[in-house]
C-alpha cells in the first residue's frame, strides 16, 4: 500500500500547525502590548502615593552601612553599568560585582552591613531580599534589570531615586511571598510559563531575549501539556497558575501591576486545562481582551495556597528564574516582613 499521500498529508498538517500557533503567538504579543499600555494607566490611576506603611531609617547621605550587589549581566543590551552613579551619590558604600565564583549568601551575611543593596534586575533583587528579610535588614532596590517589576510597583523609577531614598532615609515596609520555603517579592508560577522561560533561555544567547521569547512561545504552545495538581486538596487539571505577591491590576487580564505592596494577600490566578479546547478558549480570550469571560480562566484573593503534584517535584518561576521545588508545598505570605527604601511622593 502506498502511503506516500497520507505521509504528505500528516507533514502538510504539521506545517500548517506551526504556521497557525506562529501567527497566534504573533498576535497575542501584539495585543499584549496594546493591553499592557491600558493597564499601566489604569494601574498608575489606582496606585497611591506609598506602596506600604512608611518607616523612618536614618540618613545615609555618604552611604555608610550600605553592602551592595551589582549584576553587570542585568538589564537589556548596551544598558549603562550602574556601578559609578551608586558610587558617585554613596561613596561610603560596599558594592560587590555578581560574578559565577561569588557566593552571594556569605557577602551578604558579613558583619558590619547596615542595608543590604541590590542594582539588577527582578532576579538578583529577590535573591537579596531573602537575605535581607531573615537577617532583619531594610533594603536598597535598584532598577538595573530589563523589567524591574519589584522596583515599578515601589514606585522607583531609576537608580538615582532608590538612591535619594537611601540617602533620604525613606522607606516602606512589604509583604514577601513564599513557596516551599523560597521567598518571591513578585510572581511563582507554575505551568506553562516556566516551561517558556526555559526554552526562552536555550535561544536567547544566541538570538537576544524578545526574538527568543517569540520562539519559545511557538514551541510551548505546539506541545505543551496541562498539568494534574491537587489544589487545597481538590484535583485539577490546569495550564497555568499565578500566584502574585500582593493584588495585580487589571483583573481578569495579563497582570500588569501592584497599587500596594501590604495588602497580605496572595493574587492566585489560573488557566484550567481540563475544558474542552482549553488552550483555544484561551488564546482566543487573551486576543479579544475577555480573558475573565472564559471558563476556562479563574481568580482568587487568599493567604494560602496547598499545592500537590501527582508527578513527583516540580519546576517554578519565582520572580522569572526558574528552580525545582518539592512535590508538596504551601504558597504563603509575610505581611510586612521587609522594609524597603521607596521614595516619597506627595499625594494625589
Not at 551589582?70 to 560585582?97: C, F, Q, R, W, Y
Request: hydrophobic share 45%.
Amino acid at each position: 500500500m502506498d502511503t506516500t499521500p497520507i505521509t504528505d498529508s500528516v507533514a502538510r498538517a504539521r506545517r500548517v500547525r506551526r504556521l497557525v500557533v506562529l501567527l497566534v503567538s504573533v498576535l497575542v504579543g501584539a495585543a499584549g502590548m496594546s493591553r499592557r499600555r491600558r493597564a499601566i494607566a489604569l494601574h498608575d490611576a489606582v496606585a497611591p502615593p506609598r506602596p506600604g506603611p512608611v518607616v523612618d531609617e536614618p540618613c545615609r547621605s555618604d552611604g555608610a552601612g550600605v553592602r551592595m550587589i551589582v549584576n553587570p549581566d542585568s538589564g537589556p543590551m548596551l544598558s549603562p553599568d550602574p556601578t559609578p552613579t551608586i558610587h558617585e551619590a554613596l561613596p561610603k558604600a560596599e558594592l560587590i560585582e555578581l560574578t559565577e565564583d561569588l557566593d552571594l549568601d556569605a557577602a551578604l551575611r558579613e558583619h558590619g552591613a547596615e542595608v543590604l543593596g541590590a542594582a539588577g534586575g527582578d532576579g538578583t533583587i529577590n535573591c537579596v531580599a531573602a537575605i535581607a528579610a531573615d537577617l532583619g535588614l531594610p533594603m536598597l532596590a535598584a532598577p538595573a534589570g530589563t523589567f524591574n517589576h519589584l522596583c515599578a510597583d515601589a514606585r522607583i523609577d531609576s537608580v538615582e531615586q532608590a538612591v535619594e531614598a537611601v540617602q533620604q532615609g525613606e522607606a516602606v515596609q512589604v509583604d514577601i511571598g513564599r513557596i516551599d520555603g523560597q521567598i518571591f517579592m513578585n510572581t511563582a508560577t507554575l505551568g506553562l510559563y516556566v516551561e517558556l522561560v526555559d526554552a526562552r533561555e536555550r535561544f536567547e544567547k544566541r538570538i537576544g531575549k524578545f526574538p527568543a521569547l517569540l520562539v519559545a512561545l511557538v514551541l510551548v504552545l505546539g506541545r505543551g501539556e496541562p498539568m494534574d495538581l491537587e489544589i487545597d486538596g481538590r484535583h485539577r487539571r490546569i495550564w497555568l497558575l499565578f500566584a502574585g505577591n500582593c493584588t495585580y491590576h487589571p483583573r481578569g487580564m495579563l497582570p500588569v501591576g501592584r497599587p500596594r505592596l501590604d495588602d497580605g494577600l496572595l493574587d492566585v490566578r489560573l488557566i484550567d486545562g481540563s475544558l474542552p479546547w482549553a488552550r483555544t478558549r484561551l488564546v482566543g480570550a487573551l486576543l479579544l481582551g475577555r480573558l475573565n469571560r472564559t471558563k476556562a480562566y479563574e481568580e482568587r484573593r487568599t493567604e494560602k495556597i496547598s499545592i500537590c503534584s501527582r508527578a513527583g517535584s516540580l519546576r517554578v518561576a519565582i520572580d522569572g528564574e526558574t528552580t525545582d521545588v518539592g512535590d508538596a508545598f504551601d504558597i504563603t505570605k509575610q505581611p510586612l516582613a521587609l522594609t524597603l527604601f521607596s521614595p516619597a511622593r506627595p499625594a494625589v
